[in-house]
């Protein structure tokens, strides 16, 4: 075990050098990237309220699941706070300030603060939702923690987070055409360009995981192996409304992104695709034999889960969240 860890933090002040290098590659400068009051009515403009009024009418138009998706997707962004806590506690994260992962750690929360921002003060002002259920489910969740399976292991939660940037590009991308097929064009906007921020975040983490691979193939490979067989959970997986227990509503929420087709089970399975294809799995040269083994797994994992997906029917309506008002 101990070696285990102390193979990890070697090879994460390995990757730290190139942490520091490549950084802003995948980050933008602060003075020029969006800020949340470049798509929100100016409360300084005598135009505000109509163009509160002008939100309001274009909001009216999305549909419940929409809204529904919407209320998830900005309270997960909203926990950062558990994101943040947690990134400081794998192993090989040095708490040394100077240092690659804790000034990525805070650039990239930094970016990703902004998201939940955007989205909460859009619901605020669309009129949709019942703003005090919504913020306590927050509050529950960031209070909740959560448990994805990783550990404190550097490779397992990168992995993870390679994984979950993706989807949630996918899910913005996807809440963004829709809010633009009910008539939002600010809605649709505004997810575009977070969905843009995940798609930057998504090549950060899916790089340092190439520089696991090069330099610890096998262990890099079983941590792939592994967290496909625990099954990616979301972040959000804890969520729950007023007088419900931990998790209950996280259910509900995914069957409406699964009926609107914002994130559904083929979307899992073409993210594995696109890390097997963007890691090499195929072709990763030096692997032991359970190495060896854990490839042949997620080789062959695609087809299975596919063939699962198909057999999946689209969950039907039935639930009223709390924190919608109609
Ligand atoms: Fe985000
Ligand atoms: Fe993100």
Known sequence: MEFFVEK?????GHIEKFMLEKMYDFLKPVDNIWQPSDFLPDSSRDSFFQEIKE???SAAGLSYDLIAVLVGDTITEEALPTYESWLTMVDGVSKNEDGGWMKWTRHWTAEENRHGDLLNKYLYLSGRVNMRMMEVSTQYLI???FDIGTGTD?????????FQELATNVSHRRVAS?????????????CGVIAGDEARHAKAYKYFIEKIFEVDPSEAMIAFEDMMRKKIVMPAHFLREVGLKIGQTFGHF??????LGIYTAIDYVDILKELIEDWHIESVPDLNEAGEKARDYIMNLPTRLLRVAD?????????KFSW???
């Open 311 to 319: 057999r999946m029917k689209n969950p039907m309506l039935e639930y």
């Open 254 to 259: 995914t069957d409406a992104a699964q009926r």
């Open 143 to 145: 209070a909740d923690g």
């Open 178 to 190: 829709q809010a633009k097929k009910d008539g939002d064009t600010l809605l649709s906007k505004m």
């Open 8 to 12: 990890r933090r070697e090879v994460m």
């Open 154 to 162: 550097p490779y397992r939660n990168f992995i993870y987070t390679s």
């Open 324 to 326: 919608i008002n109609s």
């Open 55 to 57: 939100l309001q009418e």
